[in-house]
């Protein structure tokens, strides 16, 4: 991440590593699923290691929000990433010994 401040070129690259991992993860976990009844709450679970504690987590879930939104727009499981297909979202943080890592849950909640 401290990349970005020094060379103009490596933000670009950061998301679009970041951008990849989240569509390759979409992409095994999902198996082409699509979203039929939208709006959507996306629910986010973060487990992160106790050593990072100190981390702003609101940092933690724009970032992450903002390229997995993307990536499954990116990847058709939604049209889009606007409030008529992404109603909401929820996050928990969880501290944990060990490598962090993220679940996402996606809720059709449909047409109201």
């Known amino acids: 991440m401290h990349e970005i401040g020094k060379n103009p070129k490596a933000g670009g690259r950061f998301k679009n590593d970041y951008s990849l991992v989240c569509i390759n993860a979409i992409r095994r976990s999902l198996l082409g699923w699509k979203v039929t009844n939208p709006p959507v709450i996306l629910h986010y679970k973060f487990f992160e290691s106790k050593k990072g504690k100190k981390r702003d987590v609101s940092n933690i879930f724009s970032l992450c929000a903002k390229f997995f939104e993307d990536a499954l727009?990116?990847?058709?499981?939604?049209?889009?990433?606007?409030?008529?297909?992404?109603?909401?979202?929820?996050?928990?943080?969880?501290?944990?010994?060990?490598?962090?890592y993220i679940e996402i849950e996606i809720e059709e909640r449909g047409k109201k």
Not at 75 to 99: S, Y
């Open 73 to 100: 727009q990116k990847c058709g499981t939604i049209e889009n990433d606007n409030p008529e297909w992404i109603e909401n979202f929820t996050t928990e943080f969880h501290w944990i010994d060990g490598d962090p």
